[in-house]
């Protein structure tokens, strides 16, 4: 019966043309949301939201635009709900499904993730997980086209760590045809067979040991914190680590000329990115985190009527 759902576990469980309709779609949800135009696709469904981690952005992002679009939010956390009680992830899959219309859940392992899915009645959304961020991406991938154009052909430096975004960076490399650039320091790698499941083609993937090289001629030039959550014990290790990591103007500078910034936030200025940087007409962060909602309330339409809207 779950065969034929469609989930978005990972940024790859969708294809270039259903990236290029989301990404339409979400620029006209944007033009009506921006013009007081009302548009309830999805009066009468309920989005169940799961935070086993901390969040701003992605709690606000989905919960208002669940709202905007005519339908209703249930938001669980560990802490008030049996997750915290070790009720397996299969038996809530199976009763949390079977009272709403979608699920988006923030957690720690991808396989969590992917167990919920399993036991699911209807589509579930990964909200962050260790391993991927595809909502994030998404959102950065439509930031980068309205303020640059198209992204095919481009090249994206990420500098830091090779975490849940650049592993969803690789992805998108991968589908939508560009460029990563990365430059991460020994140990912390982006693992390349995590996120594609096999070596990254040349094309779209290269790695730089100097976050200067990585930021040469990229069109956009983006960062992440750099202790994620769940590896807060690794923070002082971290912070040694990654000193020559931080995304500074010298790293703009040898970036195209219009090179955009994005970072995901929140954001540490002083650590993994200067304060000139990350508030400098360069950075693009804040309609970044807003269209987290955009295209979320594309693809929440998307995953929840099964079919493309006009
Ligand atoms: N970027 C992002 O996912 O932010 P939150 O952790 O605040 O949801
Ligand atoms: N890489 C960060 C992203 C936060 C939105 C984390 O996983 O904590």
Redesign the pocket.
Known sequence: MTATIKHYLQFSDLSADEYAYLLQRAARLKQKFKRYENHKSLTDHTLAMIFEKASTRTRVSFEAGMYQLGGSVVHLTTGDSQLGRSEPIEDSARVISRMVDLVMIRTYEQSKLEKFAEHSRVPVING?TNEF?PC?ILADIFTFIEHRGAIKGKTVAWVGDG???ANTWLQAAQLLDFKLHVSAPRGYELDEKLALGSSADPAHFQTFANPLDACRGAHLVTT??WT??GYEEENAQRLAAFADWKVDQRMMAVAQPDALFMH?LPAHRGEEVDAEVIDGPQSVVWDEAENRMHVQKALMEYLMLGRRED
């Open positions: 962050l961020h994030q975490n849940n975004m992440d914190v994620s959550m995901c």
